[in-house]
């Protein structure tokens, strides 16, 4: 099977990610539309999409599925880390309330304010990938976010998963493949 690993086109950087809701800007519109003409001159041969749930994920997939005539399934198990209380801050606002916490401070079974933790963010990462590798589809497409390409990276190449480092980077609207 091989899977091409998306992440999302840019969204607002002035803001806390994670599990917020905020739009693609224009750049990663764009950054989209590019990876769809990529994608097609490349004769990708994805038989489905699955995405997060996400907006920004949701409207990097929807573009793909336009440009590729691919059906796009949504998957809540491939959403970026549950941050809790900081999805969609300001980070003005987060730096202020929340000082010195980010994803690579927290402990293991530390959580976000009504979060989750690296743990349960990796459990429910490893569950969906998990199923998503006993489907039938040759070929696919997956729309997600950088945390969650970063721990199937790491399961891929059975190596150990820690918040404390990122190992994998995929920029917006871009992707990495996986033979699996």
Same mark, same amino acid.
């Given at each position: 099977m091989k899977i091409y690993l998306v992440r999302h086109g840019a969204d607002d950087n002035t803001v806390r990610g994670g599990w917020s809701n905020h739009p693609l800007t224009n750049k990663g519109i764009k950054q989209s539309?590019?990876?769809?003409?990529?994608? !097609?001159?490349? !004769?990708?041969?994805?038989e489905i999409i699955y995405s997060s749930d996400l907006l920004r994920a949701k409207q990097t997939a929807e573009i793909l599925a336009n440009h590729l005539n691919l059906e796009i399934a949504y998957n809540? $198990? +491939?959403? %970026? @880390?549950?941050? $809790?209380?900081?999805a969609g801050m300001d980070n003005n606002l987060a730096n202020?309330?929340?000082p010195d916490l980010f994803w690579k401070n927290l402990k293991w079974e530390q959580q976000y304010p009504n979060g %989750?933790?690296? !743990? /349960? +963010?990796?459990?429910?990462?490893?569950?969906?990938?998990?199923n998503l590798i006993k489907t039938d589809n /040759? &070929?696919?497409?997956?729309?997600? =976010?950088? $945390?969650?390409?970063?721990?199937?990276? =790491?399961? @891929?190449?059975? %190596? /150990?998963? &820690?918040? !404390? #480092? =990122? &190992?994998? #980077? @995929?920029?917006?609207?871009?992707?990495? %493949?996986?033979?699996?």
């Open positions: 539309l590019g990876l769809a003409e990529k994608l !097609k001159a490349s !004769k990708c041969n994805a809540q $198990g +491939f959403r %970026e @880390v549950n941050n $809790g209380d900081l202020k309330l929340y %989750e933790s690296p !743990k /349960e +963010f990796y459990e429910r990462v490893k569950t969906a990938w998990d /040759e &070929s696919i497409i997956l729309v997600t =976010h950088g $945390g969650v390409i970063n721990v199937i990276m =790491h399961i @891929v190449n059975r %190596e /150990e998963y &820690s918040n !404390k #480092k =990122h &190992s994998y #980077k @995929v920029g917006n609207a871009d992707y990495i %493949e996986v033979n699996n």
